[in-house]
Each structure stands twice: as structure tokens, then as C-alpha cells.
């Protein structure tokens, strides 16, 4: 199955910036809802960010504010945009695409990218 690669990791202090990207190189992009999750060491999985086929977009509480997700359809593409970063926001970032069902729940999701490390210093 063909995977999505993700790009933009890396290391900052608090208080700085990521754009992380997602490229699909499959022909349902256009049509499937995207989503951000995150994983810290010893924690669950949990939901970052979603967009819609049709540019809604939804987020988990606790980054409202601060990310921004957006697509763009003629490059297969999912950004996440991350301002205002905290030691809390580190964690592998992972993005998906969205199947069917709840789009704040990872087993509504059929794709995943492998994953891209943030890590964020106080």
C-alpha cells in the first residue's frame, strides 16, 4: 500500500515555528479528509488537526490557536502549520487519510505516513 511521506520535523525552542508536510502519491487524495496525529513517548496516539475534502477544518483543544492545517489539492499535499510551540508539542507527528467514521479517532483513518519527529526545548 502506498504510504504517505512526511517532511518538516525537527528541533526548536518554545516559542518558535514547524510546517510539517504530507504528499500522497495516490489518486484518492483529493477526495479524503486528512488528519495530524501525535505520539509522545509511553502516550497513546492521539488527534491533532483534520481538513476536509471540502477545507473544513477541525482541531484537538490544546492546539487551537497555534496550528493551522491546510491542503492543497494539485500537489497531493497536507501542511501543518505549528506556531507558538511548546515542550508539550513534542512528540512523531504522523499524518493519515481519513476512510470512514470519526475524523478525531485514528482507526477512522486507512493511510499513514511513517511518522516525523518534532521536538520542542523550554
Known amino acids: 500500500q502506498v504510504q504517505l511521506v512526511e517532511s518538516g520535523g525537527g528541533s526548536v525552542q518554545a516559542g518558535g515555528s514547524l510546517r510539517l508536510s504530507c504528499a500522497d502519491s495516490?489518486?484518492?487524495?483529493?477526495?479524503?479528509?486528512g488528519g495530524w496525529f501525535r505520539q509522545a513517548p509511553g502516550e497513546e496516539r492521539e488527534f491533532v488537526a483534520a481538513?476536509?475534502?471540502?477545507?473544513?477544518?477541525f482541531y484537538a483543544d490544546s492546539v487551537k490557536g497555534r496550528f493551522t492545517i491546510s491542503r492543497d489539492n494539485a500537489k497531493n499535499t497536507v501542511y501543518l502549520q505549528m506556531n507558538s510551540l511548546k515542550p508539550e508539542d513534542t512528540a512523531v507527528y504522523y499524518c493519515?487519510?481519513?476512510?470512514?467514521?470519526?475524523?478525531?479517532?485514528?482507526?477512522?483513518?486507512?493511510?499513514w505516513g511513517q511518522g516525523t519527529q518534532v521536538t520542542v526545548s523550554s
Open positions: 493519515a487519510l481519513h476512510l470512514a467514521g470519526s475524523l478525531y479517532y485514528t482507526g477512522s483513518y486507512y493511510r
Open positions: 495516490g489518486r484518492t487524495f483529493s477526495s479524503s479528509a
Open positions: 481538513i476536509t475534502s471540502t477545507g473544513a477544518t
